[in-house]
């Protein structure tokens, strides 16, 4: 084994800020001019913004618009999620920096079951590697989100068994506003916008700057900063390009380590590991260009780059007991504090080429595309004896880790008549992997190719109703840690599997919008997590088949007078491990699947009258089991057990006192209910007690 005293990136995070500043400098200082007119940019939408966008999905499809997050005023684009039927959501630092987003069903664990995008850019920092998320974008920078499940999704990949969810930026605006926010345990954010246009008005460019800090809620403080550059302009009559950049760095006192049992009766606020740190930096550029070749034709084309440096710096556990966590001491003869830092790299091209044509004597809309995709990841685990607060030691651990893949992709929905279009779609990806213990030179590769075709309809059966169904294969590649093992064995281990099958319909009547969906999900080989942060009892090995059914659904309805209802609930009850598969002598066949509760469902009550919004809701979460051996009983240490069910309810209220001034407001679990997350990755997580925000906007 090499032994060196290694350093961490501290120096490069400072010099990566000294750069961040002048690219900041240098974008004020560019002499903005009021916008000519509203500019569209070019990007790829998951669904799309005509009026005819939804309709054309042969899937299930949910929006969370901009109305809608200025009302709520979301703590991050995950708490924005709970909002969506079919997504369940697991707490950990209670802010959302490190996102844990299922789908019917679906593990939350680091996302790692559906497909997170940014404008259409793989939010993942490896989509082969890990797809694991360790980062999530700024829901204060969002103008909406979407989500898409069902056939439609083959259009993007990999990793879209769940779905695929695509938060949106807005486009610069004219002018520059300054928002203020200030709330429970020491929140403060401060974001200034900026935004205007060339002379001539076809090139526009913008800044949104964003720094928040806060105590946390229990006690696990954070700094955060984020800065977005975007910009594009007209090349011509038929061509405009957009480009973006992007800025992140965090530092949050946050642990795997959550609280025993004994802790979270006597002081669920508390940290029970104040020396862990999870330091995140994170870089992106993508470009966006749109060719409309001619009426019928248009080539969209984006080129993306991102880098992410995640360091989790973390005291080495001794024992644990219901009381607490004994950590071992830093005297010199043991390793106290260990470091599992992270370097990622990766970049890719995505072209598309839509074209609208009259085959077989009706209308037909095509898609065909190709994609190319690289990852990079530096893993080193470094390690002291001495200092409970190191960020430097002896390197233990030097992996690296590399893939590459292709794919190409292709649609056509078949435009029958006015009411019946089908939209078969065929999905291939081929991708290598590679890793290599730069320890002692072991290394290995593995590779795989997948097909996956898919089949969707949609039949508009009256103009207040639309049936929609699909049937598609989905896949999920394997990580490359558990792929090709520590000595560079492949350890022939399959991609997740899936045959997924639903049936829909939406429409909306005088009042009332509505959509209700039953799905059906039957994977052959589930991959069960082999990291620490899937819990207790993570194995390497494909779990066997595994089988998901359900229904959900989401409705709106407006009274009168200002007053509207909203409804959502997703109904899941069967979640479960479908074939003999014996692990540690316990045959898990027919045992519900970890952290997939029965029932979510959110209910609003609403009222608006000129500028006034406001929003009572409730959130419920039935119980759940948090291992695959579904431990009723909570074990000593906390971290097995049912966890409960739970409601919480929230207040909002968010009022426009003219074109320029709003001011806005939340309490976010108002009954000041104390309930249970999660039990993963290690020990008692409770959600956030009672906590409120109030904010303010000026636009100059």
Known sequence: MKSSTHMPRCDARAMNKTRLALAVAAALYFPLQPLAAEVQLPRIDVVGEDEQAVARQPGSVAIVDKEELELLQPLSTQDALKSVPGVVVREE?????????????????????????????????????????????????????????????????????????????????????????????????LGLDAGGASPSGEAVGGISVVTAQGDGFRDNGFDMKDVVLKGGMALGSNQWVSAKFTYYDNEVNTSYVGLRPNEYKNDPTRNPAPNDYFLTDRYSFDINHELQINEDMKLNTLLYWSQLNRDYWRRDIASRSADGTTFVACGGASYCMSGRNRAFEMMGVDSRLLINHKAFGIGNEAEIGIRLHSDHLSNQTVRSTTDENARSGTLTGDDTQKARGIAFYGQNRFIINDRVAITPGLRIESYEQERKNELNGDSGESSNVEVMPGLGLTWQLVPQAQLFAGAYKGFSPAMVATAISAGGTDQELDAERSTNFEIGVRGALSRMNYEATAFHMDFENQIVPQSESGGVGATVTNAGKTLHQGLEGAVEYALGGGWSVGANATWVPTAKYNSTKIVGGIDRNGNRLPYAPELTANLSLNYKLGGLKTSLGAYHVSSQFVDAENTRAESADGRRGEIPAYTTMDLSAHYAVNKQLNVFGTVRNLLDRKYIASRNPDGIFPGAERNFEVGVSYKF
């Open 93 to 189: 630092e209670g802010y959302g920096f490190i996102p844990n987003i299922g789908m019917r069903g679906l593990n939350p664990n680091r996302s790692q079951k559906l497909l997170v995008l940014e404008d259409g850019v793989p939010v993942a920092p490896g989509l082969f590697l890990a797809n694991e998320s360790y980062y999530s974008p700024r829901i204060e920078r969002m103008e909406s989100i979407e989500v898409l499940k069902g056939a439609a999704g083959l259009r993007y990949g990999p990793t879209t068994i769940g779905g695929v969810i695509n938060y949106k930026t807005g486009d610069p605006e004219d002018g520059v506003k300054v928002t203020a926010k200030a709330g429970s345990h020491g929140y403060h954010l």
